[in-house]
């Protein structure tokens, strides 16, 4: 193996920035880094504009971020000086893949709902989280619905890899999207328990909610089930509940207030 070895960690900025402001709003892979915590110094200094990389002045000029490449930590930086606004790279993408099961042959062949990150593990550049298309295929009776994407670095992610990558490298919570005025109550509760399962369904919503006491608000989330035919995830029904508003969803039944009708 090659890793530790100092060449890989010289680099010409000069042209890097050059190429990339060529390419403005494109991701350059600008150096290669055998020490994680060297090219995240290096992309620090880089956001912030430091006398030590005069290529990438002034600050702002410049975004750039590091990530695992194999053995390697990647520096990737991109050019965004300009008025138009350059589309932000998100921390992680949320996918539907074809999971094969633990079952023998084809048993237990299904689709599942991971989030990843949005950098390739092969390169760190950015994957192509805007480019994710559904794709239905036909499983024994069933049409099942995956994604695809095309990661711009021309690595090819297998979802046997992005399955095994998204159990090993659990991503921390995203921060919870809360409605003018911030959530509170069941909205809140049926938000951090869907940021943690993405796939969550309305059903299991209502079922949290009468646990910790929501009995109105599980009631509310059922009956609106209902008349969507079943259509509904548990993020949805967080939205319903805002939009009701209503103080009685509020209403939280302790098992020791609660009384017996
Ligand atoms: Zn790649």
Same mark, same amino acid.
């Given at each position: @193996? ?5 060449h ?7 042209? +890097?920035?050059?190429?990339?402001r ?5 991701? &350059? ?9 060297t ?13 030590? =990389?005069?290529?990438? /002045?002034? +600050?702002g000029? =410049? ?15 991109? =050019? ?12 992680? &993408?949320? $996918? ?17 709902? $991971? ?26 009776? !069933? ?6 994407? %095309? ?6 992610? &297998? ?18 999207? /809360? ?9 809140? +509760? ?9 796939? @969550?369904? !309305? ?10 006491? =929501? ?16 259509? &509904? ?5 967080a939205?319903? /509940? %805002?939009?009701?508003?209503s103080?009685?969803?509020? /209403?939280? %039944? %302790? ?7």
């Amino acid at each position: @193996m090659t890793h530790g070895s100092t060449h890989r960690a010289v680099s010409d900025h000069a042209a +890097v920035a050059a190429a990339a402001r060529a390419e403005r709003g494109t991701w &350059m892979l600008a150096a290669l880094y055998p020490s994680s915590a060297t090219a995240r110094g290096v992309a620090k200094h880089i956001r912030n504009g430091s006398e030590k =990389y005069p290529a990438y /002045l002034p +600050v702002g000029s =410049y975004e750039a971020y590091a990530a695992r490449a194999g053995d390697d930590e990647a520096l990737w930086v991109r =050019y965004v000086a300009g008025k138009e606004p350059v589309k932000p790279l998100p921390d992680h &993408m949320t $996918v539907r893949v074809r999971h094969e099961g633990g079952g023998p042959g084809y048993e237990g062949v299904g689709v599942i709902t $991971v989030a990843i990150s949005t950098r390739c593990p092969a390169c760190g550049g950015p994957r192509g989280w805007d480019t994710v298309t559904a794709h239905s295929f036909r499983h024994d009776d !069933a049409w099942l619905v995956v994604d695809r994407w %095309t990661n711009p670095c021309g690595h090819t992610d &297998m979802y046997d890899a992005v399955v095994r990558e998204s159990r090993d490298r659990p991503l921390p919570p995203p921060p919870i999207a /809360l409605p003018p005025g911030g959530a509170t109550g069941p909205v809140a +509760v049926v938000l951090s328990a869907a940021q943690v399962r993405p796939a @969550m369904h !309305a059903a299991q919503a209502a079922l949290l909610l009468e646990e910790q006491g =929501y009995v109105n608000a599980a009631e509310l989330i059922r009956a609106e089930l209902r008349a969507r035919r079943g259509h &509904m995830s548990a993020k949805q029904a967080a939205a319903y /509940l %805002t939009e009701c508003g209503s103080p009685a969803a509020s /209403l939280r %039944t %302790t098992t020791s207030t609660r009384t017996t009708p």
